[in-house]
């Protein structure tokens, strides 16, 4: 037995059938999603140009501003510090002796003013293009073609180990918790980013500074890059000039007393 939807009636019109069909579902599919699209974008952006809003700065662009914000706060440091000692040299209630071993301290510590004869060393990564210039020699990987970390330490303990009184990595002086640190191929030093070239300055006996930094196995290793890449090196006598003092914080934060 059938009914008049299954098959047309006599004297009246056929009745059809409402069949599925998927090109209306994924239709009604693509402009809920499109929607979703829009209501993520504008919630993201909160009413901005998401694709240009001055706010959305690169990781480079933020670094490179805490940097600067950084080495304002250490001149502003320095310049409370000298007011500091200014007001304390009034009448501080020291012997002459007690001022003397204040001052053999802080000359110690890298917080003041370093006069005397200078060796600068000047590292710089290699031209991008660079290839091979000694036979034998592969063909240069990224890697081979920049300065790293361990490349700058080796220059830093090498003027330690030449009696070095005193020394600036780029515009800073370097005191015992200072630490040089490199990520891809910028150096972070106390809160500050530099880019190459790197200038290492190092106050103490010029000879026996040079003759250190040659004797090390590091810089030695160093060099075969320099000779074979392309990796910059030199290596100046600057004569008098005047290191500053380290102007930034200096609590530890961490301590561990020698076992």
Known sequence: MSNSADSPGTGSSPVRRRGFRPVRVLTAGVFALAGLIF??????AKGTNIRTDDSLLKLSDLIHERSHKNGALEESNGALRGDIESLAERDDGRTEAEDDQLADLEHRAG???LKGEAVTV???????????????????QPDY????????????????????????????RLISTS???????????????YSPPYR?????????????LAASPA?????????????????????PVTLPGYSGTVDLHHAKPVE
């Open 111 to 113: 917080t003041q003013e």
């Open 39 to 44: 209501f993520t974008s504008f919630n993201t």
């Open 145 to 172: 073609l920049v300065i790293h970390q361990q490349d700058l330490q080796a220059v830093v303990n090498a003027m330690w180990q030449g009696g070095a009184e005193g020394i600036k990595v780029m515009d800073q």
């Open 219 to 239: 810089i030695q290793n160093y060099m075969v890059y320099v000779n074979v890449y392309g990796l910059g090196w030199k290596v100046e006598d600057e004569g």
């Open 179 to 193: 630490a040089v640190r490199c990520v891809g191929n910028t150096l972070i030093l106390q809160g500050r980013v």
């Open 200 to 212: 290492i300055t190092a106050v103490g006996d010029p000879e026996k500074l040079k003759d250190a």
């Open 122 to 140: 000047t590292l710089d990564d290699a031209p991008p293009n660079a290839t091979a210039k000694l036979p034998g020699y592969p063909e240069p």
